[in-house]
T-cell receptor, first 110, second 115 residues
């Protein structure tokens, strides 16, 4: 059974700083999704990574996928308060279901 | 509407009662998922429908939980004899095909409170 570990689970950072969220998963998966969830809201799709070495960037966020290492990263550059949210990674499994990590709560302080 | 629609948005029920939660997926999406999110927790997979295939029910926590999808569109999640531990936000998502092809789009969720 696919297990997904995100770290850190909680991240408090100052505006303007850089940081990386890590997503490790336990079995073979060649594609992975990142989602954002604001408090009290549903999940919003951020990135779809469909192959080994895939890199996607949107604004201050950049996601990458290393299927050999079973690792995805979400890098935050020069954080701003608006990025405060919970971020989930979800590798695709061949059981046709998305298995989500526990989420990383990001708080960006002014 | 263009997105995944769930109803009701909030439901308070007494312990032991049955509840039905509804999900209208995005038109044309063949894949539909139900997840549960307890307070401050991640997403727990419940059930997955894909077209006319038999659903993947492997995430349903007990036989009190069931789900159906009529006509390949609307889905209903039913919880019988609700317990306090069933309190959570129930999220529905749909995708054009399975997750191998596209990300899933989520509804706003139904917040279930069992008192």
């Amino acid at each position: 059974e696919l297990k997904v570990e995100q770290n850190p689970l909680f991240l408090s950072m100052q505006e303007g700083k850089n940081y990386t969220i890590y997503c490790n998963y336990s079995t073979t998966s060649d594609r992975l999704y990142w989602y954002r969830q604001d408090p009290g809201k549903s999940l919003e799709s951020l990135f779809v990574l469909l192959s080994n070495g895939a890199v996607k960037q949107e604004g201050r966020l950049m996601a990458s996928l290393d299927t050999k290492a079973r690792l995805s990263t979400l890098h935050i550059t020069a954080a701003v308060h608006d990025l405060s949210a919970t971020y989930f990674c979800a590798p695709f499994t061949y059981g046709n279901k998305l298995v989500f990590g526990a989420g990383t709560i990001l708080r960006v302080k002014s | 509407g263009a997105g995944v629609s769930q109803s009701p948005s909030n439901k308070v029920t007494e312990k032991g009662k049955d509840v039905e939660l509804r999900c209208d997926p995005i038109s044309g999406h063949t894949a539909l998922y139900w997840y549960r999110q307890s307070l401050g927790q991640g997403l727990e997979f419940l059930i997955y429908f894909q077209g006319n295939s038999a659903p993947d029910k492997s995430g349903l926590p007990s036989d009190r939980f069931s789900a159906e999808r009529t006509g390949g569109s609307v889905s209903t999640l039913t919880i019988q004899r609700t317990q306090q531990e069933d309190s959570a936000v129930y999220l529905c998502a749909s995708s054009l095909k399975g997750p191998s092809d596209q990300e899933a789009f989520f509804g706003q969720g139904t917040r279930l409170t069992v008192v």
